[in-house]
């Protein structure tokens, strides 16, 4: 069976860390390359963290940085969760790989006017993917869907209305969500449901291999800074949702809705409404999760670190 080609855009950040660990293992997808934002920390140390991961990882996976900052607001970022570095926690060796010399929307072009029916998965805001479909639309033919970890029917989690990737950058969000596109949308309402317990940490842990240590020494520090923000019990794992979503069809149910990003800068700025009642009998615009089978996540993630 060929494999699904990916890019992974993201913004490293500790569950970041892991869909990149993911993907790069799993016979099923090649990874063709990975663009970079800012978002859980500044563009200059989620870069740093794209080009350590793959390097410790031993996969020579191409890294490009985006421009940095959002289309219209300031930017953010998350160090309260992902820590000063934006992946504390686990202190990488002294790497030498370079940054590819393209920005991210050059190299994200060249990249899917080389290749078909690729599959784009943003993990971070979407200012790189905003940016490519407005000033490259001719990569749209080359592009099979984007399979995004952001947003919430219900509320968020950095305000009451908006989650973190949405909020940095909504005026990204809308350009996306309205390209016409296929958009799978995996936000809180099921990632919040994938917690990284005690027994998951320890199930992946047993492995002791360079993944599951760097799954362990990540997610230990990710579960700490969630208790003393949400009291949660566990971090919940959200981006590699997206990967999962990819190597598993099964795990996570979607249903096709009409999403408006609010960008009105009011109290709900960087929401997504996502009419899943069809009330505004709007044209859909894109695939919401809805459901996610946690047995079958965990087995997902664990068939890849086992891989390593
Ligand atoms: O709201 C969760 C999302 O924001 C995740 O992608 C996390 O890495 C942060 O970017
Ligand atoms: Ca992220």
Redesign the pocket.
């Known amino acids: 069976m060929s494999k699904r080609k990916i890019i992974i855009d993201?913004?490293?950040?500790?569950?970041?860390a892991i869909a990149i660990l993911m993907a790069i293992i799993s016979p099923k997808l090649d990874l063709l390359g990975i663009s970079v934002e800012a978002?859980?920390q500044t563009l200059e140390k989620t870069g740093k963290n794209a080009l350590n991961i793959v390097s410790y990882l031993g996969k020579d996976i191409p890294v490009s940085l985006g421009r940095g900052y959002p289309l219209k607001r300031k930017p953010q970022i998350?160090a309260e969760?992902?820590g000063e570095s934006g992946l504390d926690g686990f202190t990488f060796p002294n790497y030498d790989k370079q940054f590819d010399k393209r920005d991210a929307v050059a190299f994200l072009k060249d990249i899917l006017l080389e290749n078909d029916k690729v599959t784009l998965v943003p993990?971070?805001?979407l200012t790189n993917i905003a940016l490519l479909i407005k000033e490259h639309p001719e990569v749209k033919s080359h592009i099979d869907e984007i399979v995004l970890?952001?947003g919430s029917i219900g509320h968020g989690?950095?305000t009451p209305a908006a989650?973190?990737?949405i909020l940095?950058d909504p005026e990204a969000a809308e350009i996306v969500f309205n390209s016409g596109l296929k958009v799978k949308m995996i936000g809180?309402d099921v990632?919040r449901k994938v917690l990284v317990l005690p027994e998951i940490i320890s199930r992946m842990e047993k492995y002791q291999n360079k993944a599951s240590i760097m799954f362990t020494a990540l997610m230990k520090v990710f579960n700490e800074n969630q208790k003393k923000i949400f009291g949660f019990s566990g971090a919940?794992l959200?981006?590699p949702a997206t990967i999962v979503s990819l190597l598993d069809e099964e795990t996570i149910h979607f249903e096709y809705m009409n999403v408006e990003i609010d960008v009105s800068g009011g109290p709900s700025y960087g929401r997504t409404n996502c009419d899943q009642f069809n009330f505004l009998k709007r044209k859909p615009n894109a695939y919401v999760a809805t459901k996610i089978n946690k047995d079958r996540y965990w087995d997902v993630v664990e068939d890849c670190i086992k891989r390593y």
């Open positions: 993201c913004d490293p950040g500790h569950d970041d978002g859980n998350c969760i992902h993990t971070g805001p970890m952001g989690n950095v989650e973190f990737n940095c809180l990632t919940p959200h981006d």
